[in-house]
């Protein structure tokens, strides 16, 4: 049986999200509510719990302070997080990269029941929360270009350094990461997510299939309808109507 804390100070919520567990994920124990940080950091350390249901903005600071004052009387944090927030674009942001996941306000059922299938897939196979402290990192250093990047695989999630990041590349709804120095990387997640992440760090979606790390790229080749060469030799097509694009931009670099 899996465990679970709600931790919001709208009592309607914590009701409304104990109907919906109970509707869509029977097998799911929810062992205690608290309405701020105090009983929460309180609640965590007592029942210690599974997962946690926590809302972003509390009454007396964030979801973030239960997660720091927890981390620093137990060395870590060692239970699943889903925030639970109404807005706050940054911080969504932060869970992206940290491969955390998250619900909007007010909480959709079928978004509830991907999240709790992603949560129980996780802890199946994992006790791994370095993406967790990675969530606090940035969080902390109020940062908004972010140095590293937590993905989440078949096995467990992983840390990466976004820099080390040569290519990705699409297989229908998995994108398959290519990093310097590791084995290929399959996610479950599109290419178009991973591409609104990352071309802030210097990534170029050149075609429907590929989005490459600029820092990687060897050669641009005209012939046969045009092509790059990245660092690890693979040759990847460019769209017609990215061409251009990249020409300004490998003119800039």
Do not use: W
């Amino acid at each position: 049986m899996t465990t679970a804390l709600l931790i919001d100070d709208d009592a309607n919520l914590r009701a409304g999200m104990r109907q919906m567990l109970s509707r869509y994920a029977p097998d799911i124990s929810i062992v205690g509510e608290a309405d701020s940080v105090l009983t929460g950091v309180e609640a965590v350390q007592r029942l210690k719990p599974n997962v946690l249901f926590l809302d972003i903005q509390l009454t007396d600071g964030t979801g973030f302070d239960v997660l720091e004052k927890i981390a620093e009387l137990n060395g870590k944090i060692t239970s699943q997080v889903v925030f639970i927030t109404a807005h706050e674009q940054y911080a969504i942001k932060a869970f992206r990269f940290s491969a955390l996941d998250f619900l909007l306000k007010p909480v959709d059922p079928d978004e509830l029941q991907k999240v709790i299938q992603k949560i129980k897939a996780v802890l199946s196979k994992s006790d791994n929360y370095a993406h967790i402290d990675l969530l606090l990192e940035n969080i902390r250093k109020k940062v908004d270009h972010f140095k590293r990047i937590a993905l989440s695989t078949s096995d467990g999630i992983h840390l990466f350094e976004i820099s080390d990041i040569i290519r990705c590349e699409s297989e229908d709804n998995y994108t398959k990461f290519y990093i310097k120095n590791n084995k290929p990387i399959l996610i479950s997640k599109t290419l178009k997510e991973y591409e609104d992440l990352l071309t802030e760090h210097g990534f170029e979606r050149i075609h429907q299939s590929h989005l490459i790390n600029l820092a990687y790229l060897k050669s641009y080749i005209k012939k046969d309808g045009g092509y790059v060469v990245m660092a690890d030799n693979s040759n990847l097509p460019i769209s017609q109507r990215k061409k251009e694009r990249l020409q300004e931009l490998l003119k800039m670099m």
